[in-house]
């Protein structure tokens, strides 16, 4: 069965695409890479990646992350957000993450709204459900073909429909894929060992080193140390140090 990771790159972040590219080849070496994208961008990260997709240009923003499976030339596939860095093998994981056709680190939630307005109680209410699976701010994914059809299709008729869940409720993928698995009955994977963020270590305990796939910080949650297999830059995080990494990987790898 053939295995490999996926990414997204548009105009705006495909120096971001290109980061998370050459951190793979330090922490995953013999992993093919595939990244979807517009004409316009497939010259600058072509060098980067085993595979280019043509992105579909009637889709706009995060609607892309609805068809990965349509973008995805494997068949088991890790994605990650383009301002993702990886920095342990996906091997080592994949055994426990194969277990289910799709699925995300995250948690159950009961209630709140999500930062796009998705009042939680009522998307409960109204698919009949007493607690949500949450993914968001995660970046990533797994899932596996054929499968995987079937929850993506379902994700899309959700987001046809999504209107039903809030007027004031702006589309998300996340937010999506949240009902879609909770539906599904999919089960999110703990978010410890392998997702983080900046936020979540303690202040100054965090070491990154993306040339030499080292990340370690100690647990704000917890207190325990930990070596995530990957980092989320979401939202202009800590934009200095991850400016730093990427010019760290751009100069190891000779990328001007």
Request: aromatic share 12%; net charge neutral; proline share 7%.
């Amino acid at each position: 069965m053939s295995f490999g990771i996926l990414t997204l790159a548009t105009p705006s972040d495909y120096r971001k695409a290109i980061g998370l590219a050459l951190s793979l080849r330090v922490s995953n070496p013999g992993v093919p890479t595939a990244v979807a994208c517009s004409p316009k961008v497939r010259p600058f990260v072509a060098p980067h990646f085993d595979q280019v997709i043509d992105e579909d240009p009637t889709l706009r923003g995060f609607e892309h992350k609805l068809h990965l499976d349509r973008y995805s030339p494997f068949e088991e596939t890790f994605f990650f957000d383009s301002d993702v860095l990886v920095f342990r093998p996906l091997t080592d994981v994949i055994n426990s993450w194969r277990e289910q056709p799709y699925t995300a680190c995250g948690e159950y939630v009961t209630g709140g709204k999500s930062p796009f307005g998705l009042d939680r109680e009522a998307a409960l209410s109204a698919i009949g459900a007493d607690k949500l699976v949450h993914i968001d701010g995660g970046g990533h994914a797994y899932f596996r073909k054929p499968e995987c059809g079937a929850i993506f299709d379902r994700a899309r008729e959700i987001a046809k429909d999504y209107q039903r869940f809030g007027r004031n409720v702006r589309f998300c993928d996340e937010d999506v894929m949240d009902i879609t698995m909770t539906v599904m009955g999919l089960e999110p994977m703990p978010r410890v060992p392998f997702w983080s963020r900046h936020c979540s270590g303690v202040p100054g305990t965090i070491t990154i080193d993306a040339p030499n796939s080292h990340c370690s910080l100690k647990l704000r949650t917890s207190g325990e140390w930990q070596r995530p297999y990957m980092m989320h830059f979401a939202k202009c995080e800590v934009p200095f140090l991850y400016a730093k990494q990427l010019r760290k990987l751009f100069k190891e790898f000779q990328v001007e």
